[in-house]
């Protein structure tokens, strides 16, 4: 079955860098696109990053325009999602998911603090 199991949150300072990572099984990972959430406390989960199922083309929300960089191996069957510059209102769940398939990863949470 399609599992997406994410890694790498944790806390972090203001203006530190944090890169997740999310391990795709259970579907040829190559033909799907793979997107990135992230859901806040009292917020709505909300669109981080797209990426193409290439690598070529990506997406961000415009609040991590430019701190912000999605990627992913094909090979790993892996996709990342590199934050830098990192602010308190960067904190939240981190979720990965490959939309197409409904599917969705238990998230990591990733806490930005002094």
């Known amino acids: 079955q399609v599992q997406l199991v994410e890694s790498g949150g944790g806390l972090v300072q203001p203006g530190g860098s944090l890169r997740l990572s999310c391990a795709a099984s259970?579907?040829?990972?190559?033909?799907?696109?793979m997107r990135w959430y992230r859901q806040a406390p009292g917020k709505e989960r909300e669109l981080v990053a797209n990426?193409?199922?290439?690598?070529?083309?990506?997406n961000y929300a415009d609040s991590v325009k430019g701190r912000f960089a999605i990627s992913r191996d094909n090979a790993k069957n892996t996709v990342y999602l590199q934050m830098n510059s990192l602010n308190v209102e960067d904190t939240a769940v981190y979720y990965c998911?490959?939309?197409?398939?409904?599917?969705w990863g238990q998230g990591t949470q990733v806490t930005v603090s002094s």
């Open positions: 998911s490959a939309p197409s398939l409904n599917s």
């Open positions: 259970g579907f040829t990972f190559s033909n799907y696109r």
């Open positions: 990426i193409g199922s290439t690598g070529v083309s990506t």
